[in-house]
């Protein structure tokens, strides 16, 4: 293993940019092809509609009440309908509606059905339903279903050379392996820091925040933590600055190597700032002042990270 200089890899990832539309992180399914999704979204329609003619009549709503929560809670996918979609006007998501006992979700539904019958039926029904709806909903969901996608990602990138480790005593027998101590190897990664005698004191100041990936390769470990990030603002300029606090960590032993992965476009303003007078220009020289400083990380994109692997290898 020949690994070069740290500001290497960060200056190379400089020079290769994140790509406009990554592959990785492309979620298209088409929705509109499940007939049973359809039927019961259509089915749903006329519940509703009925509900807003029984409500105005001051007849019993009970049963129609029953067959509506049916729907929406046994049938995959509802939840991306015109009906739902108007919950956030009300500040009530699907997911606060499912975690509901039976009883308050009765409760909670027969609220916000008056609520739409009052605020929406009547133009919806001038305006006239289509399928397209469903998808569109769908589709406008899609960041949220990508779930490890991040970490699929850097699996990826390790190919099919890198092992999938299960046990501390597997060190001894492999040459180059892997595991996700966030995504359910959280024990490995403690008898890791008790066999290589790690602090790890970002995850003790952090709140117990586990690394996406440990990476071994004979005696060297690399503690990896992963952030794809798309834009700045909020919850994003949170993960920019803790992936870039990852570094500022350091151990004793030389072999221990803490490595930043930024993915998404977001990474390009690092390229595009290059007076360092904005935002992003600030935290590009955090991140060269922590590389200085601390020879064993790395702050890497997609092709920093790719031709480190292969210098591993």
């Not at 991040?150 to 597997?170: A, D, Q, R, Y």
Request: net charge negative; with cysteine; charged share 25%.
């Amino acid at each position: 293993m020949v690994l070069k200089d740290n500001l290497y890899y960060w200056h190379e990832s400089l020079k290769n940019p994140e790509p406009i539309i990554d592959d990785f992180y492309i979620y298209d399914e088409i929705v509109l092809n499940d007939e049973n999704l359809i039927d019961k979204v259509w089915e749903l329609r006329n519940l509703i509609t009925a509900y807003c003619v029984i409500l105005k009549l001051n007849q019993d709503l009970t049963k129609i009440l029953e067959n509506i929560r049916n729907i929406l809670i046994n049938t995959n996918k509802i939840q991306y309908t015109e009906f739902t979609a108007f919950w956030k006007v009300l500040d009530i998501s699907y997911s606060i509606f499912i975690d509901q006992t039976q009883t308050d979700q009765i409760n909670i539904l027969n609220n916000l059905l008056k609520e739409y019958c009052e605020k929406r039926l009547e133009q919806y029904n001038k305006l006239g339903y289509t399928n397209v709806i469903v998808q569109s909903l769908y589709d406008n969901g899609a960041s949220r279903k990508k779930g490890v996608s991040g970490i699929e990602k850097l699996v990826s990138l390790l190919e099919t050379t890198f092992e999938k480790i299960f046990h501390i005593k597997n060190l001894n027998n492999i040459r180059i392996g892997y595991f996700l101590p966030d995504n359910g190897d959280e024990n490995l990664f403690k008898q890791l820091k008790n066999t290589f005698n790690i602090q790890y004191k970002y995850g003790q100041e952090h709140q117990e925040k586990n690394p996406d990936m440990v990476l071994i390769i004979n005696n060297e470990v690399f503690i990896i933590e992963a952030k794809h990030i798309k834009e700045s603002g909020g919850a994003q300029d949170k993960q920019v600055l803790e992936i870039i606090d990852f570094i500022k960590y350091n151990e004793n032993q030389k072999n221990i190597h803490y490595l930043s992965f930024m993915d998404g476009i977001y990474f390009n303003k690092f390229i595009l700032d290059k007076e360092n007078n904005g935002k992003a220009g600030k935290q590009k020289n955090d991140i060269e002042v922590y590389l200085n400083k601390n020879k064993n990380n790395f702050f890497v994109n997609t092709h920093g990270l790719s031709i480190l692997l292969k210098d591993i290898k």
